[in-house]
């Protein structure tokens, strides 16, 4: 757990996914169309990607990826994610993290 906290609290925006995740590639544009450049760590890729699954899960993600930090905290999955887009409450979260949205 301690490596996903490190990770994700080292930049502003930091998805956890999975490189044949079309969830997590739907999150990622989304991010990126809204201005902001995550910083991606693919799981799958990493030698420890199934104690990072475990990690996340305990974090309270509900599904392991993609996993949503913004600002070091966890904000969940994509059900979490669009909701937050839809209700209007993402955009702020993300505004000292973009160039765009001011």
Known sequence: MEKVTRLASEKGVVIFTKSSCCLCYAVNILFQE???NPTIHE???DNEGR?????LTRLGCTAPVPAVFIGGKLVGSTNEVMSLHL????IPLLKPYSATLS
């Open 34 to 36: 809204l201005g902001v």
């Open 51 to 55: 104690d990072m699954e475990k990690a």
């Open 87 to 90: 209700s209007g409450s993402l």
């Open 43 to 45: 799981i799958d890729k």
